[in-house]
């Protein structure tokens, strides 16, 4: 059975400081998919990352950046110089191969504040 | 402009009373799914579309029906709603399942039964 785990259920740090959120999923595929979205305080679900398992790749896009590790079974997301306007529940997610990768499984979130 | 619509966004009920939530995206996505959010769970997958009369079991299928007639329309139907199935509840839409595409979220629609 596919699960993914978030330990850190709220996370709080001073603006401009960098934070790591953690994931680790387990699965039994070879091949699958991951993700991170992110749920700000007006409630709306944002999409950020998908990236599948056969690319370990680092990926970076502006402040955001995702660290694959398939070694730790890890996808853990940073945020560099961090902003008021990044608080939000992050949640990460993964999708198995049945269906077209469509089935997805999410972690519980983790909520981050980021204080002015 | 690219959007997944939802309706209703707010809605009150009673026990047993048949409902259908409405999930319409306008960029002739192949893949849609319906998900549902609660305190303490996070989200949890109910049912997905791979295409038009193409639907398959999420995580959490029982009390809820699906139909995909058009590739616009992915409505959720809870024939006999119960009060644990109080939720917030998002659709969304994907082009593919490629690694570049991007998935679209409705606002989500607050249900209450009570």
């Known amino acids: 059975a596919q699960k993914v785990t978030q330990a850190q259920t709220e996370i709080s740090v001073v603006e401009k400081e960098d934070v790591t959120l953690d994931c680790v999923y387990e699965t039994r595929d070879t091949t699958y998919y991951l993700f991170w979205y992110k749920q700000p305080p007006s409630g709306e679900l944002v999409f950020l990352i998908r990236?599948?398992?056969?690319?370990?790749q680092n990926e970076i896009s502006g402040r955001y950046s995702w660290n694959f590790q398939k070694s730790t079974s890890s996808f853990n997301f940073t945020i560099t110089a961090s902003q008021v306007v990044d608080s939000a529940v992050y949640f990460c997610a993964l999708s198995d191969p049945l269906r077209g990768y469509q089935k997805v499984t999410f972690g519980t979130g983790t909520k981050l504040q980021v204080i002015p | 402009e690219a959007q997944v619509t939802q309706n209703p966004r707010y809605l009150i009920t009673v026990t047993g009373k048949k409902l259908t939530v409405t999930c319409s995206q306008n960029?002739?996505?192949?893949?849609m799914s319906w998900y549902r959010q609660d305190p303490g769970l996070g989200l949890r997958q109910i049912y997905y579309s791979m295409n038009v009369e193409v639907t398959d079991k999420g995580d959490v299928p029982e009390g809820y029906k699906v139909s995909r007639k058009e590739k616009r329309n992915f409505p959720l139907i809870l024939e006999s709603p119960s009060p644990n199935q109080t939720s917030l509840y998002f659709c969304?839409?994907?082009?593919?399942?490629?690694?570049?595409?991007?998935?679209?979220f409705g606002p989500g629609t607050r249900l209450t039964v009570l």
């Open positions: 990236r599948n398992s056969f690319d370990e």
């Open positions: 969304a839409s994907s082009a593919t399942s490629g690694a570049t595409d991007t998935q679209y």
């Open positions: 960029m002739n996505h192949e893949y």
